[in-house]
């Protein structure tokens, strides 16, 4: 005997809709015993005046286990007091791990320590940037070191070295090398808007032959960072 049911397209759809969800979910719940890595991609950095051991916090209760984090940019996301491109660090290290957030009272080296991030325990002393006689110099050598180094650094025989220690040496009153830039000094004592590298940094109406520093991945000028820079360059001696 056949018996015959019939029900309207709504109910049809909602029926579906259940089956096709529980079988979504099947691999899930069988998977359970070995879950896949969560990604979780963040397109801010510095939101909302959240400290990083809240970031990471928050994380861990997601059962986040790899966080990529990314700048706002410069439109929408700085409303909500995200950071800009100048937050990012292209790459870690030590040194670059060396150094304490706004308001920490430890070094991002030493709390990833006491997180158990590292397989060994920390040098007595890690590599720092260190210029106690010139505060801004040595905030200008870490700003060329954690956002030029990666590219500029002694395993790159076209450009030349922007790492701390030889950042001196190789920019004030050194002339331009690269056939791709307009000839000047790189860094003109007491004379900021005549310095190549000050000029590249600001990205601000560059004629041609004058490139724009970093040359990707970022749009607006970091303005802490080349604040530090004119005054550096401001107080350097001068004929």
């Known amino acids: 005997m056949t018996t015959s049911y019939s029900c309207s397209r709504r109910e049809f759809l909602a029926s579906s ?19 896949e890595p969560v990604i979780d991609i963040h397109q801010h950095t510095n939101y909302s005046g959240r400290t990083n051991e809240q970031l990471i916090r928050h994380q861990q209760v997601m059962g986040v286990t790899k966080t990529v984090l990314l700048p706002a940019g410069r439109f929408y996301g700085l409303d909500a007091k995200c950071g800009t491109n100048d937050t990012v660090v292209i790459g870690f290290d030590e040194l670059r791990l060396n150094w304490k957030l706004p308001g920490a009272t430890t070094t991002q080296l030493e709390i990833l320590a006491t997180r158990g991030a590292f397989n060994s325990v920390l040098p007595a002393n890690p590599e720092r940037i260190s210029v106690p006689a010139n505060p801004v110099l040595e905030k200008v050598e870490g700003f060329f070191h954690g956002n030029c180094a990666h590219c500029h650094n002694a395993t790159n025989s076209t450009v030349f070295d922007l790492r701390y220690p030889t950042f001196v040496q190789n920019t004030v009153g050194q002339m331009t090398m690269g056939s791709g830039t307009t000839a000047g000094l790189r860094i003109d004592p007491g004379k900021p808007d005549n310095s190549i590298l000050y000029r590249q940094i600001t990205r601000m109406m560059l004629p041609p032959g004058l490139n724009p520093m970093p040359p990707v991945g970022v749009q607006r000028a970091p303005d802490e960072g080349l604040a530090l820079l004119r005054k550096w360059i401001l107080a350097l001696p001068h004929p």
Do not use: Q, V
């Open 17 to 35: 809709c259940s089956l096709l969800a529980t079988t979504a979910l099947a691999p899930s719940l069988s998977a359970a015993e070995a879950p």
